[in-house]
């Protein structure tokens, strides 16, 4: 009789059968995990009044259900609430398998899965009551819609929104066996994009964000008030927080001359492009670390829902699937995914309706990508947060953007944008309490990219884009730019769905390679003209477009692209005389910002100059409005690769700091003036702070020295050189 290698399971054997189908052997190690985890919880009193309360409430929600979808009957109470108990125990027992099936098939398959699980789970536990009727599976469909919409309505009245529901199912997903316990603190980074010092500060005194507040007033925790250097938008700040360098990041979108391109860091490969400059492999996350949600990696080994796909998983985390299909799950992310677009609908209604102004028009569009970002997304990035926490990960840093997205479109300061912001710090309690229960402790620390400012935007004020009125001006200069590229859209707001369709598009098989073909043209996206424009720059300069205007918010960089090479306020002078003076004065605009043959950069206004190099002012200094760092936050930003040879900032309105976005945003960030430039830094208050915060790369060495002081990064490799890349 043969004799099997001692590393091989026996023939014949459970073990031996799992050992030559892998998914079936992760399947019976989830069900040793779930039933680990269930010996380990232990009946006490108040699992055993949840169950109860549990049970009772679903089953108040099916009896009228029941009452209700046609094809469905039940004798009796008792029935229904047998159904209910059936229902759990199915659920128990079929969502090993049905993670294994979601699995299979990618994020497609967890969508689909979770779309129809709990239907299927209710049709067969109705199939096997028996005093309870069922046409079909159709109405088992309906009725497990209709039944956990009630059942989440009342859970909610009863729970006052509390998220305690949420963290058990977190726990019990997120669970990954027995992992040693560890001495040395991990570390969890949580950017709520968008958010301004000053209304944090508001925020946490009125008591609005109860466990920041909480953290600040028990003195656990430290506000500390950063600076975002122009341009304060995601990717530049990302690239200085994860990476330590943003020089190459002028602005959300820019042109390169050099190489006949328009970047839009909202796009996967451009985002992937940034960072192969970024990068020297000793990014924020490069010592075990995870980066989620993010445009960047921060050079971490596991990356998921990152823009630049750099250490993509490339299918779903099986703790998320197992999340996903649970009833608890897809079917209550699903619901409120809906409930927002319907709540925006209705919000953008009443802005109207009230006649509140500044507004722009808040389209049926927005409202899909609003609910899939506050909601969807806010789900997948906390099953992912809680996922590696419970594994033990070192470092964790994930970008929400619910209160971004909103504050774009609605307003900074709107009661709307700050709900996102009270549920993003309902979901940083949920995610601290998690973590007493993760094998090391953890640190917390908060941070913004930028902030906001608020104002009518340019078009709204003057009835025309700025890109019409640097035609025009060029026109009148007898230079009219008969082809142009104006790249003045709203890709930011598509930014978090973006990253979830860039995750779809790496898993692999049939799905993925379906997912790839379907999903390219909406990942990269762009404007035809702007597509069209790039183009045609990449051929011979005679060809190229005659002016290129990137708005980034209130900022925006104007390239005359068949003049190679940055040009000089003289130059543009002989080119397009008179255009500098008429764009300087114009009461849309701030400031102008070029470069001369003598005096380097200068700041041009419409009653006076500043010259960045000496600091000399001739006549009314055009920055004295905007701040004490506004002049060195412009010589910085006239340093970075690719600026324009114009850089245009609007004008700030005195006494309200409103500016003037170049793009259609009520609430934008990109320049100077307002808020957008304050970001903020909540911390463990014995984590030191060594001297005033200057810019994201500041930050990021601050951030590295506190991951160095809790015995990270000591077995980093030496910085590689970093990669200039030309695709």
């Not at 380990?40 to 009228?64: C, E, K």
Request: glycine content about 10%; aromatic content about 8%; some cysteine.
């Amino acid at each position: 009789m043969p004799v099997q290698p001692e590393h091989e399971p026996a023939e014949g054997t459970l073990a031996g059968w799992a050992g030559r189908h892998p998914g079936a052997s992760r399947t019976l190690e989830d069900l040793g995990r779930g039933w680990a985890l269930f010996t380990r919880q232990g009946w006490n009193r108040q699992r055993v009044a949840a169950t109860v309360a549990a049970v009772l409430i679903n089953s108040l929600a099916l009896i009228v259900t029941i009452n209700v979808v046609p094809g469905l009957s039940a004798s009796a109470e008792w029935d229904v609430v047998l159904a209910v108990v059936l229902a759990a125990i199915l659920t128990a027992g079929l969502r090993p398998a049905l993670q294994a099936l979601a699995l299979a098939f990618g994020w497609v398959g967890v969508l689909v899965v979770g779309l129809f699980a709990r239907a299927a789970i209710l049709y067969l536990a109705f199939v096997v009551t028996p005093d309870i009727h069922v046409d079909g599976f159709w109405p088992a469909f309906a009725a497990s819609w209709i039944a956990a919409i009630i059942t989440i309505a009342i859970s909610w009245l009863v729970s006052a929104g509390d998220e305690t529901e949420f963290l058990s199912q977190l726990l019990m997903f997120s669970h990954h066996g027995r992992i040693p316990h560890q001495d040395e603190p991990g570390v969890v980074i949580l950017q709520i994009d968008g958010l301004a010092a000053p209304l944090l500060q508001w925020a946490v005194v009125s008591g609005n964000l109860p466990t920041l507040s909480r953290w600040i007033r028990a003195g656990s925790h430290r506000l500390t008030p950063w600076h975002a250097q122009v341009p304060p938008t995601t990717p530049a700040s990302q690239a200085g927080l994860l990476h330590g360098n943003n020089r190459g990041v002028p602005a959300f979108r820019w042109f390169e001359k050099d190489a006949g391109r328009l970047v839009v860091s909202s796009k996967p490969k451009d985002a992937a492009l940034i960072e192969s400059r970024m990068s020297d492999g000793r990014g924020l996350l490069a010592d075990n670390g995870v980066s989620i949600s993010n445009l960047f990696s921060g050079d971490a080994p596991v990356s998921h829902l990152t823009l630049s796909g750099f250490a993509l998983g490339g299918r779903p985390a099986r703790s998320f699937a197992a999340f996903f299909i649970s009833p608890y799950g897809f079917t209550r992310s699903f619901i409120l995914t809906i409930g927002e677009a319907v709540k925006e609908v209705y919000q953008a209604r009443r802005q109207r309706l009230r006649g509140i102004e500044p507004r722009i028009r808040r389209s049926g569009v927005f409202a899909a990508q609003r609910a899939i970002s506050n909601v969807l997304l806010r789900d997948l990035n906390t099953v992912l947060v809680a996922q590696y926490i419970m594994r033990g990960a070192k470092s964790i840093f994930c970008d929400y953007t619910d209160y971004d997205e909103i504050a774009h479109h609605a307003g900074p300061t709107r009661a709307e944008s700050l709900r996102a912001l009270e549920g993003v710090d309902r979901v940083i309690g949920t995610l601290a309490a998690l973590a007493a229960h993760a094998p090391r402790p953890y640190e917390f620390v908060i941070l913004s990219d930028h902030g906001q400012s608020q104002g009518a935007t340019f078009r709204q004020r003057y009835g025309t884009p700025l890109e019409e009125v640097v035609r025009g001006l060029m026109a009148g200069a007898g230079s009219p730019a008969t082809d142009s590229i104006a790249a003045t859209g709203t890709e930011e707001a598509r930014t978090p769905v973006s990253r979830f369709l860039a995750e779809v598009r790496q898993q692999h098989g049939m799905v993925g390679m379906l997912s790839r073909s379907k999903l390219a043209a909406v990942v990269e996206e762009e404007p035809d003209a702007a597509r069209a424009g790039a183009a045609r720059a990449g051929a011979a300069q005679a060809e190229a477009p005659e002016l290129v205007v990137a708005a980034s918010g209130n900022l925006a960089l104007v390239y005359f692209p068949r003049h190679p090479g940055r040009l000089t306020a003289e130059e543009i002078e002989t080119a397009y005389p008179g255009l500098l003076a008429e764009l300087a004065s114009h009461p849309g605009i701030g400031f102008v910002c070029t470069r001369t043959s003598s005096d380097g950069p200068v700041v041009l206004g419409r009653d006076g100059v500043h010259r960045l190099g000496s600091g000399q002012v001739t006549g009314v200094d055009p920055l004295a409005a905007f701040g004490p760092q506004a002049a060195a936050d412009l010589l910085s930003h006239d340093s970075c690769d690719h600026v324009g040879d114009l850089v245009i900032n609007s004008r700030l309105d005195s006494g309200t700091d409103e500016v003037a976005a170049f793009e259609e945003l009520v609430g934008c960030h990109g320049g100077l003036g307002g808020w957008q430039g304050r970001a903020v830094l909540v911390h463990p208050a014995t984590w030191p702070v060594d001297g005033e915060l200057i810019g994201a790369e500041c930050v990021h060495r601050q951030l590295v020295r506190w991951l160095e002081r809790v015995g990270h990064r000591s077995d980093l490799a030496p910085p590689t050189a970093r990669v200039t890349s030309s695709v």
